[in-house]
C-alpha cells in the first residue's frame, strides 16, 4: 500500500509491529504510523498500555 506519494514496493515482507521485553521494561515498534489513521487509534492505545504493563499479549 502506497499513499500521498509514498513509493510502492519498500516494504514488502518486513515486520509492521513488533513487541517485546527490554531489561525490566517492555517495548512496542510501530512501523506503518498508525497515528496518522484515525481507525487505528485502538493498536496504538494498546501498544501504549501494554508498554506501560497494563495488558498481558498471548504468545
Same mark, same amino acid.
Given at each position: 500500500?502506497?499513499?500521498?506519494?509514498?513509493?510502492?514496493?519498500?516494504? @514488502?515482507?518486513?515486520?509492521? /509491529?513488533? *513487541?517485546?521485553?527490554?531489561?525490566?521494561?517492555?517495548?512496542?515498534?510501530?512501523?506503518? !504510523?498508525?497515528?496518522?489513521? @484515525?481507525?487505528?487509534?485502538? /493498536?496504538? *492505545?494498546?501498544?501504549?498500555?501494554?508498554?506501560?504493563?497494563?495488558?498481558?499479549?498471548? !504468545?
Amino acid at each position: 500500500m502506497a499513499e500521498n506519494g509514498a513509493p510502492t514496493g519498500v516494504m @514488502p515482507g518486513t515486520t509492521a /509491529i513488533a *513487541l517485546g521485553e527490554f531489561g525490566k521494561g517492555r517495548v512496542i515498534y510501530f512501523s506503518p !504510523h498508525p497515528e496518522k489513521t @484515525p481507525t487505528l487509534n485502538s /493498536i496504538l *492505545l494498546q501498544g501504549i498500555h501494554w508498554a506501560g504493563g497494563e495488558l498481558t499479549v498471548d !504468545h
